[in-house]
Structure formats: structure tokens, C-alpha cells
């Protein structure tokens, strides 16, 4: 069945950069040859059936421009896919940029496109099927005397978190880097993009064989076409809570009418259920995801309890004594707590219906936790706040405490508190839970 959404517009928008003025990247290898054959692809309303725009050899200023120009005043039903061909550039600090046409390597922040702008504009954009890919030659931007092999891995996945995104990267390692002006290591030809379009113009990406391309079935394909071939590359995909399966294109090989229905009738995305796709109890039969579960649960335990200790040694220092319960007690409810939001999260999670990795979860918390730090709005903020592993298990353990201290000076003392305590705190972490799992719930819902 395809979603009600799936009917939204397609729309991409290929950046490609060739030219640089920095001698240091002009000397290089470009990886943007092919940019304009997979414009071409996409917007074929046989294949893709995308709104295509491009940005070709453009400066830093515009190319983040036409980026957030590009992702604004989007429904949630679009399908928004963002290609990204140049170099990529990794400061001292491991953050990541992506080069333009008057990028220096000395001045990445102010010349140069940050990987953390891209994703703050994919989470700000309203679309819940938003697809990145990046085809970039990386390089790591050390200083003189810092071993070039320090960290040789992009950690693409750190940098991206947008809900609804799927990340598609031609190589997650560094292939050079400079020291000084010299160049140590070199950028090869990439031929990603060549067989991501060779498989789209095909058909041959259609894996699965039911007439249409996904995201999945396209990553496959490229990384069955790069793994016999001598260039350093090995294609990645990361997916951040996608609900559905992504559909890229139509399958030029499979059987049908021989004039194409009109591109509105791609869906933009197929529910968990459409066709042969695994039942949603699937991905419980994982192991990836029961190893993800426990390494979870261990993570939000240890968190609570910790955050407890240092709670209660604080509250302790501000003279409450006796109307404290005793630390066994703290130490139980906030472990209890701590798993209890530990299987609240793997039931979300089990509910999508792609392949399991053991830190699907903790990108979940991680992503919840960075709408705590850098909120997109108050109800955000709240809704980020009440699902925060420990802070929501500590917020709640002030809440008991106090309401324990009534319970000591208004019904008998210790034996009040140790009754209101425990009582307090189960019904706020019962109610807490269930107004998380009804709203994850009805965001599903309406991504479906």
C-alpha cells in the first residue's frame, strides 16, 4: 500500500563543484564529471520524475543559499534528495566541509560549506523523505607534524542526524590530506556517480525486481558495482528514523506500458507493508538489534544511576536529610527508570521496518538530546526534554523527592515518605512513557 504521503513532489537539487581557485584543491583529481549524466536521470519522467535544479562550480555563499533556498517551504510529503560532488574537507577538530569554488583550506569556516549547516537545514525542512548523497573525495586538513593516518575515517553518520534522511556516501575515508601544501596520498577518479546513473538509466538497480528503485535497492547495487574495482571506495548509507521505504525511480527494464505513466504517480515512499517488504516484527529477529537493545539498556541504567548519585549528594548538601529516601531506594527507582525508558525506545524502534544496526538506538538518544541542546521550538524543547535519557529520569526524581518530603512532614514522617516516594515516581515515569510512546505513535502515523 503506498503511503498517503507518498503523492508529494520530487525534487532534487545537484551541486557539483570542478573548478577550484585554491591551488592546493586544483591540483587534485575532481570527482565531478558526472553530475550533470545523473541530473539528466533524475529528471527523465520515464526513471526519476524530479524537479531538478543544479549549482555547478559556485561559491561557498551560494551554494548554501541554494541549499536552504532548496529545502524551505517544503510538505512533508515531498521527496527532497540532495547531491553533493566535490571535496571534502576535515579540519583539525574532525568537523567536516564540503569545498567550493573559492574555498580555502585555511579559512574553511568562512569559504567552505559545513557538513553541520547541510544538516541543520535537512532537520529545519519539513519533508519526512529527504535523501543525501554525497560523492566526495575526502581529505583530512592537518596540520604540519599531525600524522596524516590520525583518524582516517570521515564519520559521516557523526555529523548528520535529520529525521526522515537517509545519508548514501561514495566512501567514508579520507583518501589524502595536506601538510603544508603537499599532498600527501591522492584523490582517484570516482566512479560512484557513474554507477549510481548506470543503474538508475538501466534498470539494473531495481534488486529487488519490482519495478521500482529504492534507496536500498540502489545502494546495493553500487556497492556490488565498487567492490571489484581497484579505486579506494566503499559505499555507505546511514538512515535517521525513516518510516517507509524511499523510492528514487522507476525501473526502465521492468515490464509495462510502453509510454511511461506521468511522475506524479511515483510514490515518494512505500509504507512498511507495500508488497514483499518484511513484516514489522522482523527486525526484532535481529540480532543486531537485541545487541543495540542491551548495549541501550546497559547505557541508560548506568546514566540514571549516576545522575542519582550526584542528585542526591546535592540535595544532601542543601540539608535534606530525612526527607530523602534511603540510597537503595534512589538506586532502584532510578535503574528502573533508566530501563524502563530503555525498552520504551526499542519499542519505537521496532516498529521500523529497515535492516537493524546495534546503535540504531543511541542515534535515536543522541538525536533527542541535541533537540534538548539545540531545540527547534518550545514544544520541541518539552517533547526532547520528557524523552532524554537520564535527564528525564533525574527530573523525575526531583518531582518523587519533593513529593516524598511532603509525605515525610505531612503523613508520619519516614514512613509517609518511603509510601509517597515510590508511588509518586511510578505513576510520573508510567505517565511520562505513555505520552511518549502515543505521540511516537501518531508521528508514525502520519509519516505512514
Not at 541530473?39 to 527523465?44: E, I, Q, S, Y
Request: proline share 4%; hydrophobic share 45%.
Amino acid at each position: 500500500m503506498v503511503g498517503s504521503d507518498g503523492v508529494g513532489r520530487r525534487l532534487a537539487l545537484i551541486v557539483a563543484t570542478s573548478a577550484y581557485e585554491d591551488e592546493g584543491l586544483a591540483q587534485l583529481v575532481s570527482p565531478a564529471y558526472d553530475a550533470a549524466a545523473l541530473a539528466g536521470v533524475l529528471a527523465d519522467p520515464a526513471i526519476g520524475g524530479f524537479a531538478v535544479s543544479s549549482v555547478l562550480d559556485a561559491a561557498s555563499g551560494q551554494i548554501s543559499q541554494t541549499i536552504e533556498d532548496f529545502a524551505a517551504e517544503r510538505d512533508r510529503g515531498d521527496l527532497v534528495l540532495l547531491y553533493l560532488s566535490c571535496h571534502g574537507l576535515k579540519d583539525e577538530q574532525g568537523r567536516l566541509y564540503f569545498a567550493a569554488r573559492d574555498t580555502r583550506r585555511d579559512r574553511l569556516r568562512s569559504t567552505a560549506v559545513s557538513a553541520g549547516f547541510v544538516n541543520d537545514v535537512l532537520f529545519a525542512c519539513r519533508s519526512r523523505c529527504k535523501v543525501l548523497v554525497l560523492d566526495c573525495c575526502y581529505s583530512g586538513a592537518f596540520a604540519r607534524g599531525l600524522s596524516v593516518k590520525a583518524d582516517p575515517s570521515v564519520h559521516t553518520a557523526d555529523h548528520f542526524d535529520a529525521r526522515g534522511l537517509v545519508v548514501l556516501t561514495a566512501s567514508d575515508a579520507t583518501q589524502y590530506a595536506f601538510e603544508g601544501d603537499k599532498v600527501v596520498g591522492g584523490a582517484t577518479p570516482s566512479i560512484f556517480t557513474s554507477s549510481v546513473t548506470r543503474g538508475l538509466q538501466t534498470g539494473a538497480a531495481d534488486i529487488d525486481g519490482d519495478g521500482l528503485v529504492s534507496v536500498d535497492d540502489l545502494y546495493e547495487y553500487a556497492r556490488r558495482q565498487l567492490a571489484g574495482q581497484p579505486q579506494l571506495q566503499n559505499p555507505r548509507k546511514w538512515e535517521f528514523d525513516v518510516a517507509g521505504t524511499i523510492v528514487l525511480a522507476r525501473s526502465p527494464a521492468a515490464p509495462g506500458p510502453t509510454v511511461a505513466p506521468p511522475a506524479e504517480s511515483l510514490p515518494a515512499v512505500l509504507s512498511p507493508n507495500w508488497g514483499n517488504a518484511a513484516p514489522v516484527s522482523a527486525r526484532v529477529r535481529q540480532t543486531q538489534w537485541w545487541l543495540g537493545l542491551l548495549l541501550f539498556l546497559a547505557t541508560a541504567v548506568v546514566l540514571s544511576v549516576l545522575l542519582m548519585r550526584w542528585l542526591f549528594d546535592w540535595l544532601y548538601f542543601l540539608g535534606l536529610t530525612d526527607q530523602l529516601p534511603a540510597d537503595t531506594a534512589g538506586l532502584v527507582t532510578a535503574a528502573a527508570g533508566g530501563a524502563l525508558w530503555a525498552v520504551a525506545y526499542g519499542a519505537v524502534d521496532a516498529a521500523r521496518s529497515s535492516p537493524a544496526r546495534w546503535y540504531d538506538l543511541h542515534l535515536r538518544w543522541l538525536a533527542t538530546l541535541r533537540q534538548v541542546v539545540q531545540p527547534s521550538g518550545w514544544r520541541q524543547f518539552g517533547q526532547a526534554v520528557r524523552a532524554a535519557v537520564p535527564l528525564n529520569v533525574a527530573l523525575t526524581l526531583v518531582v518523587s523527592v519533593l513529593i516524598g518530603a511532603y509525605g515525610y512532614d505531612h503523613w508520619g514522617g519516614s514512613q509517609g515518605r518511603d509510601k509517597s516516594f515510590p508511588l509518586a515516581y511510578t505513576l510520573l515515569t508510567t505517565l511520562a512513557v505513555a505520552t511518549y510512546l502515543t505521540s511516537e505513535q501518531r508521528k508514525r502515523r502520519e509519516d505512514a
